[in-house]
C-alpha cells in the first residue's frame, strides 16, 4: 500500500500561479511513476503531467508550457509549479502514484484549484 499526501492548493486570479506536492510513502518500488490528474465539475478525470523516476515527462496538451513537473526521488515527493493559470484549470488536481512491477497504482484524496477573479 502507498499513503499519499497532496498539498498547495487553493484559490488564485487568473495569470497567477500555485505549487503542488506530493508525498508518496509505503510500500515503493524502485521503479515508478507520479503524477498530477485533474477533475473538473461533470467532466472526466483527465492527464495533466506525470513523471517517472528517470525523468522522463508526460504532459495534457492543455497545460504544456504553462505547467510543470518535478520530483525528489529520495523524498517521493512530486511537485507540479501551475503558472499563467485561468479559470479552465478550476479542478480538484489528485496525485498518482503507480509502480512499474506489480502495476499498483494509488491516488490522493485530492486538492482543491479554484482560478478566479
Known amino acids: 500500500q502507498v499513503h499519499l499526501v497532496e498539498s498547495g492548493g487553493g484559490l488564485v486570479q487568473p495569470g497567477e500561479s500555485l505549487r503542488l506536492s506530493c508525498a508518496a510513502s509505503g510500500s515503493i518500488r524502485s521503479i515508478n511513476r507520479m503524477g498530477w490528474y485533474r477533475q473538473a465539475p461533470g467532466k472526466e478525470r483527465d492527464l495533466v503531467a506525470t513523471?517517472?523516476?528517470?525523468?522522463?515527462?508526460n504532459y495534457g496538451d492543455s497545460v504544456k508550457r504553462r505547467f510543470t513537473i518535478s520530483r525528489d526521488n529520495g523524498a517521493n515527493t512530486v511537485y507540479l509549479q501551475m503558472n499563467s493559470l485561468n479559470p479552465e484549470d478550476t479542478a480538484v488536481y489528485f496525485c498518482?502514484?503507480?509502480?512499474?512491477?506489480?502495476?499498483?497504482?494509488?491516488w490522493g484524496q485530492g486538492t482543491q484549484v479554484t482560478v478566479s477573479s
Open positions: 513523471m517517472d523516476n528517470f525523468g522522463n515527462t
Open positions: 498518482n502514484f503507480k509502480n512499474h512491477i506489480g502495476g499498483d497504482e494509488y
